[in-house]
Structure formats: structure tokens, C-alpha cells
């Protein structure tokens, strides 16, 4: 499975969005704000920050870096790869 392929079914996942499949998710689409198609609120960000930087290894601490590796999927695996251990 592809990162991106990955973090949709993993924002799909630990957020329990119903009805939702990965499919549905664009990568360049935003995921959060009025323009997103799936709903998701503060609490979610948080969350989503939680569980990325558990399972990749990046950091993400301020809330500028947030809005830009939040932006999109495409996004997040960029900052992702880029910001990874090892990398």
C-alpha cells in the first residue's frame, strides 16, 4: 500500500468516519475547513496529529507546520517523506 493509500484508510480508521471510503478522500482536496468534504473539526486535527506523529516518527509541533502538513493528503506525504526518521 502506497503512503497515500495509507493515510486515507488511517484518517478513515482512527477517526471513524462512517460512510467514508478511501476513495471519497482526494489527495489534493483539503481535509479540514469549509472546502473539505469530510467534516472534520478541531478535536479531529489533534487527534490526526497524535496518531501521525506516533506512527511516522515526525514532528509536528507548532500549529503553521500543521496547517501545511495538514493541507491535503498530498500534503502529508510530502511532509511525511520528507520529515521521517531517517530520511
Not at 473539505?36 to 486535527?45: F, H, I, N, R, V
Request: a negative charge; proline letters at 2%.
Amino acid at each position: 500500500m502506497d503512503l497515500k493509500s495509507e493515510l486515507k484508510e488511517l484518517i478513515i480508521r482512527e477517526l471513524k468516519l462512517k460512510n467514508v471510503v478511501a476513495e471519497d478522500i482526494e489527495d489534493q482536496g483539503p481535509l479540514f475547513g469549509s472546502e473539505s468534504k469530510l467534516g472534520l473539526d478541531s478535536l479531529d486535527a489533534v487527534e490526526l496529529v497524535v496518531v501521525v506523529q506516533k506512527k511516522f516518527g515526525v514532528d509536528i509541533g507548532d500549529r503553521n507546520t500543521a496547517n501545511v502538513a495538514f493541507a491535503s493528503i498530498d500534503a502529508l506525504a510530502d511532509y511525511i517523506t520528507k520529515n521521517r526518521p531517517g530520511s
